[in-house]
């Protein structure tokens, strides 16, 4: 039986189109409104070093809850306040700014992969895979925040310091 023109399969199949449609739209409009586009997945993120990072990261960051992510390896807090990437290869050797946190060794960068504006940026020394964690200016408390993360990255085996013993 037909109505207007249309079967009753060929309406239903209309309907499931549209809705896939929409669900589709509704996807790449949550993707692009995501705190982490822009951000590029690191190479190594799909290891089981990064895999075992994400069961442990934490639920709230300096008081702001984790916002969801699709993709491996990355985290997000606050709407993009903190952003963290495993699987980066481990710096070499360098003369930046290091600072240890609670045994984690931390080098400063001035900018990552070609992103701008006001964060700091820092990645992990001596670990394999490394972890490079983005934070805000907005951030009241980024003392607090590499505190936590580095708690989170320490099970990741150190093989080298950027600092000696004496914190030179």
């Known amino acids: 039986m037909t109505v207007r023109g249309w079967s009753r399969r060929g309406r239903v199949a209309a309907g499931v189109a549209a809705a896939g449609l929409v669900a589709g739209a509704g996807l790449v409009?949550?993707?692009?409104?995501?705190?982490?586009?822009?951000?590029?997945?690191?190479?190594?993120?799909?290891?089981?070093?990064?895999?075992?990072?994400?069961?442990r990261y934490p639920d709230r960051l300096d008081g702001v809850g984790r916002d969801p992510v699709t993709f491996e390896g990355l985290a997000v807090w606050g709407h993009g306040a903190v952003e963290l990437r495993c699987g980066l290869t481990p710096p070499g050797p360098t003369t930046d700014a290091c600072v240890s946190v609670d045994g984690v060794d931390w080098v400063w960068r001035e900018r990552a992969g070609g992103r701008t504006g006001d964060r700091k940026y820092l990645v992990t020394y001596g670990r394999s895979p490394a972890v490079e964690v983005s934070i805000a200016d907005s951030v009241t408390r980024p003392d607090a925040v590499l505190l936590d993360l580095s708690h989170l990255v320490a099970p990741v085996r150190a093989s080298a310091k950027c600092l000696d013993s004496n914190g030179d």
């Not at 705190?35 to 590029?40: C, K, S």
């Open 29 to 55: 409009a949550y993707e692009l409104d995501s705190p982490v586009f822009g951000l590029a997945q690191a190479p190594l993120a799909k290891g089981p070093a990064c895999a075992r990072l994400a069961d």
